[in-house]
């Protein structure tokens, strides 16, 4: 283990001081890009972006139907129709005027007139058709043709054309939206440091928002370690090469799996100064090599290139040999991440320390927990587990499930009965990390933090669909 062991605040504190002077050092050029709305999906606003409209830009139908005088259908029933000449269409995107051209002055007749409308198709709010002030629907009306003998309503119908009849009263403004009553005009719809999703695209492009201003994903690469991933047909699975590579790219970075390095202190030290001088590269990270085993190589590589180590070991559980330095490059300073080599313990440390610092590479500030109530089997648990003994001096991480009950309340619970970072199980059934903090107490009613195990992974639970599984 290292000698010199920091708590997880402190790291935390260190990791922001890091990337804020990375940042610094970067050119504006490559910090932020502008590119088409469809390319956006994955990537982090730049900055705040506001309605340049308001939405709807004008007041339309919600229906296929058509658009009436609500007042002229005051006394329809049954047996005494409400009957109204169709003198025109409107379909969505139409200018109503065109269709309104016959409703002149001279169209002053015995037959109320309408207007057939499809939805999103616009309302005439001036001239001759600004009477219109309800859409009714198609199928509460009935189609009459004059001359097809329509008995009890065809009737004394003044000359050829379609006409409706409506046999209810329809209130005013029935099925009609009215201009901005969805989207405001200068209402906030994305905010800087979100990570933009496909729901996104539908108030953004509703808006006339065709491009975005997002920062530049984060350059990673990522190793695995150890002779026994490298050589021969592996005797271990590269679990942590593959995971590392796809939640990197989770968090809007750009990430490349290099390959496994070899336990050998020349070997590693080459590598990783010839990557630096030949890639623009933010971060690198491997995985393995960081305890103080007889094959641990790692800071003993970097250091041989000039690393400035900003902490190696850290009151955390699990993951504490955790290591996180600074590499000289061409380019500036990059930081370095050297994870455990345990999956459980190297995903822990990726989303706990490396996710992080891509968060303040990417302007998104610090991500705010979900406090939950720890579910009452837990506590019983934590009482007679190792968490009781560790839990004054050290932060601890664990897989599990928060749901929200139909109280409203947050509750969760650690996943799989068996701990530890070598048990991959707990993941199958997570939708979160818990936190249990250092100096956070145990027992009866603890209370902890929960953390989205992968970007959207808390939606359902926030719903309260899920339950817990044993």
């Not at 859409?135 to 003998?149: F, Q």
């Amino acid at each position: 283990m290292p000698s010199v062991t920091i708590s997880y605040a402190s790291a935390l504190a260190k990791l922001h001081v890091a990337g804020e002077k990375v940042k610094c050092s970067l050119q504006p050029a490559d910090c932020e890009e502008h590119i088409p709305l469809e390319h956006v999906v994955g990537r982090v606003a730049a900055r705040d972006y506001y309605s340049p409209i308001a939405t709807p830009e004008h007041d339309t139908s919600a229906m296929d139907g058509y658009a009436v005088r609500s007042e002229a259908t005051r006394w329809a029933s049954p047996s005494s129709p409400a009957v109204f000449r169709v003198r025109g269409t409107i379909a969505a995107g139409d200018d109503p005027s065109a269709a309104l051209a016959k409703l002149g002055t001279d169209d002053v007749e015995d037959v109320e007139p309408c207007v057939e409308i499809m939805t999103g198709g616009r309302f005439p709010v001036s001239g001759p058709g600004a009477r219109f002030d309800a859409c009714v629907r198609v199928e509460d009306t009935a189609l009459i043709r004059a001359g097809h003998g329509h008995p009890g309503i065809g009737e004394g119908l003044p000359g050829p054309g379609t006409y409706i009849a409506i046999t209810k009263p329809i209130p005013a403004q029935s099925n009609r939206r009215f201009a901005g009553e969805d989207i405001q005009k200068k209402s906030l719809i994305l905010r800087a440091g979100q990570l933009v999703n496909s729901s996104h695209l539908l108030a953004l492009a509703s808006v006339g928002i065709s491009s975005l201003s997002v920062h530049s994903k984060p350059r990673v690469k990522i190793w695995s370690t150890g002779n026994e991933v490298t050589s021969g047909p592996a005797k271990v699975r590269d679990v942590n090469g593959l995971y590392l590579t796809a939640a990197t790219r989770e968090l809007g970075a750009e990430a490349a799996f290099i390959g496994a390095l070899k336990d050998d202190v020349d070997c590693i030290a080459r590598t990783i100064q010839d990557t630096l001088a030949n890639n623009p590269i933010d971060v690198l990270i491997t995985s393995g090599g960081v305890s103080i085993g007889k094959f641990d190589y790692i800071r003993d590589a970097v250091e041989k290139i000039g690393a400035t180590i900003i902490f190696h070991g850290l009151a955390i559980r699990p993951g504490h040999p955790v290591l996180f330095a600074l590499l000289p490059s061409p380019r500036g300073k990059v930081a370095f991440f050297g994870l455990p080599g345990n999956p459980g313990a190297a995903a822990a440390c990726f989303r706990f320390l490396v996710a992080p610092y891509l968060r303040d590479l990417l302007s998104q500030g610090v991500e705010e927990p979900v406090a939950a109530q720890l579910e009452s089997a837990q506590d019983e648990m934590i009482e007679s587990d190792h968490v009781k003994r560790t839990s004054c001096d050290r932060d601890i991480f664990r897989p599990g499930l928060l749901r929200t009950t139909c109280d409203g309340e947050n509750v969760a619970a650690e996943t799989g009965s068996k701990k530890g970072p070598a048990h991959l199980a707990p993941f199958v059934h997570a939708n979160c990390w818990i936190h249990y903090k250092r100096n956070g107490g145990h027992g009866k009613n603890r209370r902890v933090h929960c953390y989205p195990i992968a970007p959207g992974s808390l939606e359902e639970s926030r719903l309260g669909l899920s339950s817990f599984d044993s």
